[in-house]
């Protein structure tokens, strides 16, 4: 129904609007009322208007592929919500549930042209409103983007886990075997053939044997530290997995729910139909 010219008077976004276009912009604006927990529009519907919280609150929110809710905003006396599809003609982008009893000044397209035409400061406020919800949206993207297992295991890793990494991949390399190689025939030729230089180690070689041992006690530790690394790299790899399990099986549900939606409604519409054409004489 159109609104009372005097609720235009305290709306933000018609103060640089004359009285006598508020006037005429009252015949057009209708007024919408909705009760705590009434649904305006769900995402996904085709877009035809925006709206303007005149009482109450308006709570604007999503759902992810996993089936939860992300809440975009709460929109309050004053601010505008809806725009982006009446703008690009687009589907929802979100689910609009009023929160308290509500009333909403509603603009179609037209309505909007007409305002922006008696008030180019209308269609800047507009900006800001659309530039506030694109901000809180790159907001939840940033921080509800899917996990990559290496970047953050890269992110916790220490000095130490860095040096436990590094021996643990050289112990393993054929450079590794041969320095260790090349060690112990020079270790023995010096304490077993009369080469020139002096004995330290003569058989059965005691220090070869401990510094081999502790050199096995230290390669085993790092080995280990960096295994433990890798299995709390493959635990987060196995939570994403799970992750987008779930998500691809509430996106099937998800798909279902639609395709049931539109087939009860078009054998609504087909019903509609049949009536009409039965009651024609």
């Known amino acids: 129904m159109p609104c009372d010219v005097a609720l235009l008077d305290e709306v933000e976004l018609f103060e640089h609007v004359s009285a006598e276009d508020r006037a005429r912009l009252a015949e057009f604006i209708d007024l919408r009322e909705l009760a705590g927990g009434d649904t305006l529009f769900r995402v996904g519907e085709p877009g035809e208007s925006l709206y303007i919280v005149r009482e109450g609150e308006v709570e604007l929110f999503i759902r992810d592929t996993a089936g939860q809710k992300i809440a975009l905003t709460v929109a309050g006396p004053n601010e505008v919500f809806g725009e ?4 690009d003609r687009g589907p929802r982008t979100a689910t609009a549930l009023a929160l308290t009893d509500t009333q909403l000044l509603e603009l179609d397209r037209d309505d909007l042209l007409l ?24 907001e939840l993207l940033r921080t509800r983007v899917s996990r990559n297992a290496n970047e953050e295991a890269a992110e916790k890793i ?4 860095r040096v436990a990494d590094w021996i643990s991949w050289f112990s393993g390399s054929m450079q590794f075997l041969l320095l260790n190689a090349v060690w112990f ?13 002096p004995q330290f180690d003569p058989f059965p070689f005691g220090l070869l044997t401990m510094i081999v041992s502790l050199e096995a006690i230290f390669l085993s530790c790092f080995v280990l530290i960096s295994q433990n690394r890798q299995s709390d790299k493959d635990r987060v790899r196995s939570n994403i997995e799970y992750e987008v399990n779930i998500k691809a099986e509430l996106e099937i549900a998800h798909l279902h729910e639609k395709t049931d939606r539109i087939h009860s409604e078009m054998l609504e519409y087909f019903v509609r139909i049949e009536k009409a054409l039965a009651a024609r004489p």
Do not use: C, Y
Not at 84 to 87: E, I, R, V, Y
């Open 185 to 197: 025939m020079i270790w023995i030729a010096v304490n077993v053939w009369p080469l020139g230089v």
């Open 115 to 138: 305002l922006f035409q008696k008030s180019p400061n209308a269609a800047l406020r507009l900006l800001a409103a659309m530039s506030h919800m694109t901000r809180k949206a790159d």
């Open 158 to 161: 220490t000095a130490l886990e």
């Open 84 to 87: 982006l599809a009446l703008l």
